[in-house]
T-cell receptor, first 110, second 115 residues
């Protein structure tokens, strides 16, 4: 996890956009993933992006990748209370092992 | 979407006993599965890569004789924690790679408590 860093907490008002940031150090990563984890549960795959892409959009989710700066972000539009969870970014390599960040706890307030 | 199921969801066992956790890909074949461990409020730590029909590949510092992994079919990998101790108590979560693609799905996780 030390190769992938995330801010630990994010508080956002319901209806606003959330932006979760992630930085990584290994430029040889092939894919970058975003997962959501609710309390006591497993990880839900939200989206992933190929390391040569710079943007991917999927409904309310937008992933931006700045390969030069090794910076990845996940934007959640119109954040809802059900979006409260821990969000993990992870990078993978040719062997598909995932290296995770520490996770960002997102709290959505009314 | 693809589903990865783990069983049991939670288990309590006595020190010194062994416990097996199953990871199944329900609607796809997974030649490669992974086992992770997560401590409370921490990130996931990769333990090993489970390859169908061959020996698992363990990460540095993970005892292969303690954490036995078997990947007997394209839809099932098992993790057996042998001679469990309280420090083995943790959340164990598996993932499976969808075929030869880039999608990696995770199971619901298994809580292990050793008393």
């Amino acid at each position: 996890g030390e190769d992938v860093e995330q801010s630990l907490f994010l508080s956002v008002r319901e209806g606003d956009s959330s932006v979760i940031n992630c930085t990584y150090t290994d430029s040889s990563s092939t894919y970058l993933y975003w997962y959501k984890q609710e309390p006591g549960a497993g990880l839900q795959l939200l989206t992933y992006i190929f390391s040569n892409m710079d943007m991917k959009q999927d409904q309310r989710l937008t992933v931006l990748l700045n390969k030069k700066d090794k910076h990845l972000s996940l934007r959640i539009a119109d954040t809802q209370t059900g979006d409260s969870a821990i969000y993990f970014c992870a990078e993978s390599f040719n062997d598909y092992k995932l290296s995770f960040g520490a996770g960002t706890t997102v709290t959505v307030r009314a | 979407g693809a589903v990865v199921s783990q069983h049991p969801s939670w288990v309590i066992c006595k020190s010194g006993t062994s416990v097996k956790i199953e990871c199944r890909s329900l609607d796809f074949q997974a030649t490669t599965m992974f086992w992770y461990r997560q401590f409370p409020k921490q990130s996931l730590m990769l333990m090993a890569t489970s390859n169908e029909g061959s020996k698992a590949t363990y990460e540095q510092g993970v005892e292969k004789d303690k954490f036995l992994i078997n990947h007997a079919s394209l839809t099932l990998s098992t993790l057996t924690v042998t001679s469990a101790h309280p420090e083995d108590s943790s959340f164990y979560i598996c993932s499976a790679r969808l075929g030869t693609g880039n999608t990696i799905y995770f199971g619901e996780g298994s809580w292990l408590t050793v008393v």
